[in-house]
């Protein structure tokens, strides 16, 4: 399935990466362009050419001038064409699992998972169109009429990461058009390739031209400029939380722009004394490891309680090391490398720090010989909650493991962080399910297990994590503004 064949055709799309601004794909103005590199091996990939300002603008003409008549467009022709594109993206799901596999470095097992919950995002926006449900209201007199319709916010300034590449632009592209919004979105410069293709397909799928357009350059310049062009009118950022607080700040600053902000988050297990504990730490280390550790929702601290903290420490460091680090592209690897040189060393931070306070590296630690970025799956134990690993979003292989009493105590203390995006329990007691359920402060909580991203559910934080929601009925929502429509019958 991987034949030579298929891997030069998925290199091949990244010999002539392009910007799509208006319908057009273009090398854009600045004559700047950046390498792509394989995080498994270190090697260029592709070029990728940034937008100059001149071309930024031409996608916020583009998004502004095409925003009438695409928002007018009636639902069951929306839906049609998000379904052709998500027939196009199936078709072409090999191919694009293994161009993200290149650019990213998660297992292609992991990317063609990946692809297919993308795919899954299209379909579920593509159906959610036709629940765009407004309601009436009983008036408080004879001949009022009183209705909420739902109309799209207008163009919309879209910023994703290069953990997800195919799922984030998806969750943002598919929600957008299925609302009727015009966008500019613009992907992580590390992973374009995949956005690039799921661009192509919208295209391909009768999406017309101006509506979607897709943009790279310095995060920094293309955000800044995006967001203080009055054409924008809300703007979604998945990323970390310095950058979207910074966005959030230019968005307010600039006409109090919408904002859905999905800031990641550093989610708390707590495995407790009567856990199925071979479960949890199996879960718990498909979780943590998956795509080397770099997932929002990944559960990344371990509370344990103090009767299965041994048996659990054991059986996750087991777990841990049979784990088969290498590149994605090889049917035998299990974890991948990290994202870029940035992580590797802060991922080496996390694990000085608790050496340096008295953890234990019950497995993993280091970097295995050899190019890329490459981590070994690390479990720490006998920390405290004030090491760097306990306290901040560690976004890498490492699990840190600290012990609890009790429950009370536990929640207090996985609550006493700023982050508030997933959270997880490990009970067979209901009672202790519902408590935890209710009691943990975070968007979305999975007990015994860590199902918590579908296309049909919210997805989303509190606190510093951000707020707004992607997918279900929410994600939906995000891009409509409802319009109280109060009509005296005369
Ligand atoms: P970063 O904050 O520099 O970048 C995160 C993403 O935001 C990247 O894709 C980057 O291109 C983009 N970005 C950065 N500055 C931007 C700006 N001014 N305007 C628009 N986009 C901008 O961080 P990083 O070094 O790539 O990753 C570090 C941390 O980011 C991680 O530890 C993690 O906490 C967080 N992160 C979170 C997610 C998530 O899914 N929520 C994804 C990736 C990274």
């Known amino acids: 399935m991987n034949s030579p064949e298929r891997l030069s055709d998925a290199l091949a799309a990244f010999s002539d990466l392009r910007l799509y601004i208006d319908g057009q794909w273009t090398s854009g103005a600045t004559g700047v362009n950046e390498p792509v590199v394989n995080p498994a091996d270190g090697r260029t990939l592709g070029r990728l050419p940034h937008a100059a300002t001149a071309d930024l603008d031409r996608a916020l003409g583009a998004a502004a001038r095409t925003f009438p008549a695409w928002s007018m467009v009636p639902a069951a022709e929306r839906r049609r064409i998000l379904l052709e594109a998500s027939r196009l993206l199936r078709e072409r799901s090999a191919r694009l699992a293994l161009i993200l596999t290149l650019e990213q470095g998660k297992p292609l097992a992991e990317a063609q998972a990946e692809v297919g919950a993308a795919i899954e995002v299209f379909e579920w926006y593509a159906e959610e169109t036709r629940r765009l449900y407004g309601r009436t209201i009983p008036p408080r007199a004879i001949g009022v009429s009183q209705v909420v319709e739902h109309y799209p916010v207008g163009p919309v300034a879209a910023f994703t990461p290069w953990n ?44 017309p031209p101006g509506v979607l357009n897709v943009v790279f350059g310095v995060p920094q310049e293309v955000s800044d400029f995006l967001l203080r062009s009055p054409v924008i009118r809300k703007m979604t950022f998945t990323g970390s939380i310095p950058v979207g607080r910074h966005l959030a700040r230019l968005a307010a600053e600039h006409g109090l722009k919408r904002c859905t902000l999905e800031l990641g988050g550093h989610a708390p297990v707590l495995v407790c004394d009567d856990a199925d504990v071979e479960l949890a730490a199996r879960t718990c280390a498909a979780g943590r490891f998956r795509n080397a550790g770099q997932v929002c929702v990944a559960p990344s601290r371990f509370y344990v309680q103090a009767g299965v903290y041994d048996d659990f420490a054991v059986a996750m460091s087991r777990a841990a090391a049979g784990l088969r680090v290498g590149d994605g592209l090889d049917p035998q690897t299990t974890m991948g490398p990290l994202a870029n040189a940035r992580r590797l060393e802060a991922v080496q931070r996390y694990v000085e720090d608790a050496q340096a306070s008295g953890g234990e590296v019950r497995t993993g630690g280091g970097r295995p010989d050899g190019a890329g970025y490459f981590f070994e799956p690390t479990v720490v134990t006998g920390l405290r909650d004030s090491a760097l690993a306990m306290r901040e979003e560690t976004f890498g292989p490492v699990a840190p493991l600290v012990k609890f009493d009790t429950i009370d105590e536990a929640v207090a203390r ?11 329990g490990f009970t067979r007691s209901a009672l202790t399910a519902a408590h935890l359920s209710r009691h943990l402060s975070a968007g979305m909580v999975g007990i015994n297990h860590l199902a918590v991203s579908l296309a049909e559910a919210p997805f989303g934080g509190v606190h510093e994590s951000g707020y707004g929601s992607e997918g279900g009925s929410e994600g939906l929502q995000a891009y409509l503004a409802p319009k109280f429509i109060s009509h005296l019958l005369s």
């Open 164 to 207: 997800f590449p195919a799922l984030t632009p998806a969750r943002k592209i598919a929600g957008a058009l299925a609302a009727g919004c015009t966008l500019v979105i613009k992907p992580a410069e590390e992973t374009p390739a995949t956005a690039i293709e799921l661009a192509r397909a919208c295209a391909d799928a009768g999406v």
């Open 414 to 424: 996985a609550n006493s962080l700023s982050f508030g995006l997933a959270a997880y």
